[in-house]
């Protein structure tokens, strides 16, 4: 239970500092990687890549982690 | 015509020693230093009885025992286990193979010699 | 382009469909066949989040500040990963305590505040009625650029009242709030229809927005990268940088994030599908990544359609309607009626909600604490009735704000702006509610005084200037402050300048909300009813239902029926009493005293039909005594708390237990390992001993025995037995030294050592035995530093032993032992002993180096090794942190090699890193 609550909170701020100033900064540049703009295939390959996570840590604890 | 005897030891100066006190107790001796070599050894024709080493390369001493007791033509074979582990467990794995008798280095040379020739009378006396 | 009428039938089909829907699984919910008991319609529901705003305003937020738009989205996403740690929470609070709506839940954790909910309620509606005016003027906007296209102007004029789609809409959504919003009085009661619907909707604007979205892609334009590469060229993207900069910088970007993170749980929408909606808290794992999804895959397209927009249309086309006219623009008309009712479905399902939630709010909230304090209700009139018609005029009342507003600002601002502001309003309720539920210190005193300060600041940074933009206030105001006065300009308070309106408007009034919240609650007195709610909400999960028994109180189970009468109907509250009295096994009579229980229950209930601060207070009224003293509830829920927590610990400790087994089991496996391995080893040396001795003695006799024996062989079995003697000498020094470093014990000195004279020196005191046959020994090599860091006497044994051991190996008669020190890879020494005997056989490489290990071919009458010296050598190799090993090739020799760590290393001490007892 702890253990879940430690790994969604890691990820939460893992989001954080992806979507933010400076990694960000990183990726707005001019420039396309297979026709898309750098940035917006960083914006939504991270933000895939999150919900795939969070999905993987809410599934594998996925029965009897209730009620506490 | 005296009776033969197979010494099997990988210590050359075991079978020495071996070699030495049964040929002056009157018996004929072969020799072989694994086991292997003594299978090999006997099948041209068996022995009257073998002094078997149990710790040896290719085949040990149980091993060849083993072999000796689950062939027809070998049956009644006399063999006598030498070895220097000392525990009973390995005597007792010795006797149940079908080892005759069981003889732990360092040896008595007078027991050995008795036990050889105990054996041998026995088998005779016997059939 | 398309005939008005065309637009209005489908429009009215669809609202005809919405109905159907709501009241067909209305119907099925009431047979007990529910469809929202479904983590999937849950998540879908939750998607009401994406609002004409999305479907409209990102489009037109992406031409003006990019990727920006994105931050709506990532915001939830964020918080949609810890819903299990928070939103969990607040739904286990308000199920336990049928907690209603977000001022409820500010009441009554605040110690049951009739002030603090009716503050909240009010902030609510005042702080959404713009975002409701938004969907209405997004409907209307939708439906004139429908109708007009292309004609720009007609779509931008303004219509007289009873011309204007938006006012029909209102009426339309009024009616869908009533018929499905008010169904049941107890508002903890699941509004299935409402769900499904909204639900169903969010499936229709995806699907919609969708449709757009890949029709611009991939029939305007040819896929992604023919988009992304027009609009590259495009004179007024490549200027704001559209593509690849975040032209409202990054403080608005962290700012936009925050506020919709804090939206998407503080919402009234939100919160109503989220908390008060859901049927089962598992459903929250699946809409923690689901509903994340959906916000990724609605937006896909949406930077797209701003690139193709812009490079489609000029200025006088208003980016939000881009959506809209790019399919009319090409002759689309059927795909244009598909995309205003997806943006259509987006509008209603939010003000849906919205009207409902803000409703109960306010009813339960503002209208019936007024009423039950003014006296004004004679005990003959019909309570649930009145309720509910107050919810039902709220829902008009609050479509009509919205309206009001709609007209004040209609077109005076982009839809995002207007939403904005609401997002700001909202994240009031953060402060108050997220250090509610983690932090017991916080008072009444501090949330009041927080919560309306965050909501004056609000009122002037934000709502104000939006109502003087359309010219209803002075404009002066904004530029120069009020009377002139500079630092009070609602956009730069105190002077600070250099935020955008929404950041500048955000970090003021969360500033004075939690700071007045935390520093006022550090100093405030919390009474008892405070600590007593403080503590159950914190400790939620701590708690069950039964726990919160304040009520030592006298009343008849008779008055408690008839209040709960008055409130829920005669007929529903008795069987809510005799339901409650049959779980516990308890038989009423009507002038019976009623147990603590039964007054809890009846208080729960109510609260759910009239909100926790009212529901207090009407139980008060007929309760005659004093409900329990803060130290009686406390001992109680402390008792329960114990006994949970004492289950709990018991629970860990059986966990503990029971891995300590296991590892006992563990260990005492590895014990049994390590005996047998003792066993075994101490047979090793047995057998090692006794076969020498056995030639000893065996010869001894004979030499005894046969005195006449000739000399000839008299020498030869003498000689045998000197030979082995030393054998067994050697035998024996080599277990005492293996014994020695094994345990430890053995004395390692830590010493500058030069490898090469280690080599020389072995090669001096080996010379021996090399001349004794007719082996050669050479050394090589020797240049350079070979400094290691070691034990010289057990360094020069490795050497010793390699050397002896290659001695002994060799060809018998040419002979041929090398040593060789030289630099290793890395910073390492080598020591290197090669011989040219017969080779070791790749199975024998690394067991060599085990004790007893004999390689099993061996030439016959050479002396053997004790199989000790190479376990002794890599001993030594390994508490020197270096390797040995051996190459070889049957019949072409053997090297062995010893690599050392050259000194100046990392080193530590000698013996600890070298785990001996494990070494067998």
Same mark, same amino acid.
């Given at each position: 239970m702890n253990s879940l609550a430690e790994r969604l909170i890691a990820l939460a701020a893992a989001g954080v500092v992806l979507f933010n100033y400076p990694i960000l900064s990183a990726f707005a540049v001019d420039g396309t990687i297979a026709g898309a703009p750098v940035l917006y295939l960083y914006l939504f390959t991270a933000w895939a890549a999150l919900i795939l996570l969070v999905a993987l840590a809410l599934r594998r604890n996925g029965r009897g982690g209730r009620g506490g | 015509m005296s009776q033969e005897i197979l010494i099997v030891d990988d210590e050359a100066n075991i079978v020495l020693s071996l070699e030495f006190l049964m040929k002056q107790a009157g018996f004929q001796v072969r020799t072989a230093e694994d086991g292997e070599q003594a299978l090999e050894a006997m099948e041209d024709h068996p022995p009257d009885l073998v002094l078997l080493d149990v710790m040896m390369p290719r085949k040990n001493g149980y091993e060849v025992c083993e072999e000796i007791r689950r062939r027809p033509e070998w049956a009644g074979l006399p063999v006598v286990m030498l070895t220097a582990k000392g525990r009973d467990v390995e005597r007792e794995k010795g006797l149940a193979l079908g080892a005759d008798d069981y003889i732990t280095k360092p040896f008595s040379t007078q027991e050995v010699v008795d036990k050889v020739k105990e054996i041998l009378r026995d088998r005779q006396g016997g059939g | 382009m398309l005939p008005e009428w065309s637009i209005l039938l489908v429009s009215a089909l669809y609202v005809g469909l919405l109905f159907g829907i709501a009241y067909f699984a209305d119907k099925l919910g009431d047979r007990g066949r529910s469809l929202v008991n479904n983590p999937y319609v849950y998540t879908l529901s939750i998607a009401v989040y994406c609002t004409a705003w999305t479907f409209y305003g990102s489009v037109g937020l992406a031409t003006q500040s990019?990727?920006? /738009?994105?931050t709506i989205y990532l915001g939830p996403t964020l918080m949609a990963a810890l819903w299990w740690l928070v939103l969990r929470k607040i739904v286990r609070i308000s199920k336990l305590y049928r907690i209603t709506s977000i001022a409820d839940f500010i009441a009554s954790r605040y110690g049951k505040s009739m002030a603090l909910g009716g503050l909240a309620a009010v902030i609510a509606v005042i702080g959404i009625t713009p975002y409701i005016a938004l969907q209405l003027q997004a409907v209307s906007s939708s439906f004139d650029v429908l109708l007009y296209f292309p004609d720009v102007e007609a779509m931008e004029t303004p219509r007289g009242v009873w011309d204007d789609k938006a006012l029909y809409v209102a009426v339309l959504l009024a009616a869908f709030a009533i018929l499905f919003g008010t169904r049941h009085i107890d508002a903890t009661e699941r509004l299935e229809g409402m769900v499904v619907a909204v639900a169903f909707e969010s499936v229709v604007k995806l699907v919609a927005f969708l449709s757009a979205g890949i029709f611009v892609t991939f029939?305007? /334009?040819?896929?992604f990268s023919d988009l992304f590469a027009r609009a590259a060229s495009h004179e007024a993207i490549q200027s704001l940088g559209?593509?690849?900069?975040i032209p409202g910088g990054y403080g608005a970007w962290l700012t936009l994030t925050i506020l919709s993170a804090f939206a998407i749980i503080f919402l009234p929408r939100q919160w109503q599908v989220t908390v008060v909606e859901n049927v089962n808290e598992d459903h929250i794992r699946t809409a923690s990544w689901l509903f994340p999804l959906y916000l990724l895959a609605i937006n896909l397209f949406v930077l797209p359609i701003a690139l193709a927009g812009m490079t489609a249309f000029?200025?006088?086309?208003?980016?939000?309607n881009y959506v809209l006219a790019l399919p009319l623009a090409e002759g689309h008309g059927a795909l244009g009626l598909l995309i205003y009712i997806g943006g259509f479905s987006a509008a209603t399902g939010m003000v849906i909600v919205a009207t409902i939630a803000l409703a109960i709010m306010v009813s339960n909230d503002l209208v019936v604490p007024i009423l039950l304090r003014k006296q004004a209700l004679s005990p003959s009139v019909d309570l649930s009735r009145l309720i509910v018609n107050i919810r039902r005029l709220l829902i008009c009342c609050i479509l009509l704000l919205g309206y009001l507003y709609y007209l004040l600002i209609a077109d005076a601002y982009a839809l995002v702006s207007i939403g904005l502001i609401s997002f700001v309003a909202v994240a009031q309720f953060a402060p108050p509610i997220l250090a509610g539920m983690f932090w017991k210190g916080a008072s009444r005193a501090g949330a009041l005084a927080g919560l309306s300060a965050g909501f004056l600041f609000w009122l002037y940074t934000l709502l104000l200037p939006s109502l003087a933009e359309t010219g209803i206030l002075g404009q002066g105001f904004i530029a120069h402050g009020p009377g002139g006065i500079e630092w009070l300009r609602p956009y730069g308070l105190f002077g600070i300048t250099g935020m955008d309106p929404i950041t500048h408007a955000f970090f003021w009034t969360m500033l004075v909300n939690a700071g007045l919240l935390w520093g006022i609650s550090m100093f405030s007195r919390r009474g008892d009813m405070e600590r007593i709610q403080a503590a159950l909400f914190v400790d939620v999960f701590l708690r069950s239902e039964r726990d919160a028994r304040f009520w030592q109180g006298t009343a008849t189970v008779g008055d408690l029926q008839e209040l709960l009468g008055r409130f829920i109907g005669n007929e529903q509250a008795s069987r809510i009493i005799y339901e409650h009295a049959e779980t516990r096994g308890d038989r009423l009579a009507d002038t019976e005293q009623a147990r603590p229980e039964l007054v809890h229950h009846v208080e729960r209930v109510l609260a759910g039909s009239i909100g926790s601060a009212s529901a207090r207070v009407m139980v008060s009224s007929i309760v005659k005594g004093e409900a329990l003293s803060f130290e009686g509830v406390m001992e109680i829920l402390d008792a329960t708390s114990r006994t949970i927590e004492y289950s709990r610990r018991l629970e860990q400790k059986s966990k503990e237990l029971e891995q300590a087994t296991q590892e006992l089991r563990a260990a005492n496996e590895r014990l049994k390992e390590l005996d047998h391995l003792k066993d075994e080893f101490v047979s090793m040396v047995s057998h090692e001993l006794r076969t020498p001795l056995t030639s000893i003695r065996a010869f001894g006799e004979i030499l005894l025995n046969n005195p006449e024996m000739d000399t000839a062989q008299r020498q030869q079995f003498l000689d045998v037995v000197v030979r082995e003697s030393e054998r067994l000498t050697r035998l024996i020094n080599q277990v005492l030294d293996l014994s020695k470093i094994e345990s430890g014990s053995a004395e390692w000195q830590l010493a500058d050592v030069d490898m090469d004279r280690i080599g020389r020196e072995a090669v001096e005191a080996t010379r021996q035995i090399f001349s004794e046959g007719k082996t050669e020994l050479r050394i090589e090599g020797g240049a350079g530093d070979a400094t290691v860091k070691g034990d010289p006497d057990r360094l020069m044994q490795l050497a010793i032993n390699l050397l002896s051991n290659a001695a002994k190996f060799s060809?018998?008669?040419?002979g041929r032992v090398r040593l060789r020190v030289d630099d290793g890879p890395g910073d390492t020494v080598q020591l290197a002993v090669t011989d040219n005997g017969p080779g070791i056989g790749e199975s024998d490489r690394q067991r060599i180096f085990e004790k007893f290990h004999q390689v099993s071919d061996l030439q016959a009458g050479k002396p053997k090794g004790s199989g000790l010296g190479l376990a002794i050598c890599r001993l030594i190799a390994e508490a020197h942190w270096g390797t040995i090993w051996v190459e070889s090739e049957p019949g072409e020799g053997s090297t062995f090699i010893c690599r050392l760590p050259r000194a100046g290393g990392e080193h530590c001490d000698l013996t600890a890193h070298v785990d001996f007892s494990g070494w067998r």
């Open positions: - | - | 990019g990727m920006a /738009f994105l029939w305007l /334009f040819n896929g559209l593509l690849h900069e000029g200025p006088e086309m208003s980016p939000d060809d018998p008669d040419h």
